[in-house]
């Protein structure tokens, strides 16, 4: 899909129902890989079919679903992996993947060919968490999905983390970004983020506690 002059591939890989994303310019042959995982030739195929460049991934956080591509990747393409600074320091897994590894902080700028993306900081999944805003759109790994968000129960979860990730950091985002999750969790694979705030359940708390409350309850 194609929103103004942004690129993106929406991949839907693996058992879990996982998203893996390109990121790039429309009119640019350099893309990012978001979440390389389960199936590196798919994610392949799709490179060279659109007649792009692999030049680096950005990795939303360290869950195994999510980074599970990324030995391979590397063996095959010698590309920069981007990781949030908090999310290196949480996960073996990733400091495994040793000079290739990119730690990067809140806000700090990606530039992929003639564009530049930004890495927003965005905890309560785990702790190192982060969404890359590339243009008109988000591409949110595990933090916020269309109508529900990341499980907050697991080791490095923090449900008033994510709180504030969703009532300040994601609130600023503008209501005609899209939202690009990273599972197929709703009816639609996209969405608008000023839907996405009105639909989904957990922008609609007023304060801290009445969130964790609800994120906490026990599960069924």
Avoid at 15 to 26: C, E, H, I, K, R
Avoid at 103 to 110: F, H, M, R, T
């Amino acid at each position: 899909m194609t929103l103004e002059t942004l690129y993106v591939r929406q991949l839907k890989l693996g058992p879990m129902d996982n998203f893996v994303y390109l990121v790039g310019a429309a009119d640019a042959p350099e893309v990012l890989v978001v979440d390389p995982a389960w199936d590196v030739p798919a994610i392949e195929r799709a490179v060279a079919e659109d007649g792009k460049r692999l030049v680096g991934a950005f990795v939303s956080h360290c869950h195994k679903d999510h980074i599970n591509g990324l030995p391979e990747l590397l063996s095959r393409h010698d590309v920069p992996v981007y990781a949030q600074r908090e999310e290196v320091a949480f996960s073996e897994d990733l400091r495994a993947l040793g000079d290739a590894l990119r730690p990067v902080g809140p806000g700090d700028a990606l530039t992929v060919g003639p564009r530049t993306f930004l890495a927003l900081h965005t905890p309560g999944h785990t702790p190192g968490s982060h969404c890359l805003l590339a243009g008109d759109a988000l591409v949110s790994g595990d933090t916020v999905f269309i109508n529900g968000c990341g499980r907050c129960d697991m080791r490095g979860g923090n449900p008033e983390d994510m709180y504030r990730s969703l009532s300040q950091v994601l609130l600023r985002v503008p209501d005609e970004t899209r939202l690009w999750p990273g599972h197929d969790y709703a009816d639609v694979p996209v969405a608008a983020m000023g839907q996405v705030r009105q639909a989904n359940p957990y922008f609609a708390f007023p304060d801290v506690a009445s969130f964790v409350a609800y994120r906490m309850r026990p599960r069924r």
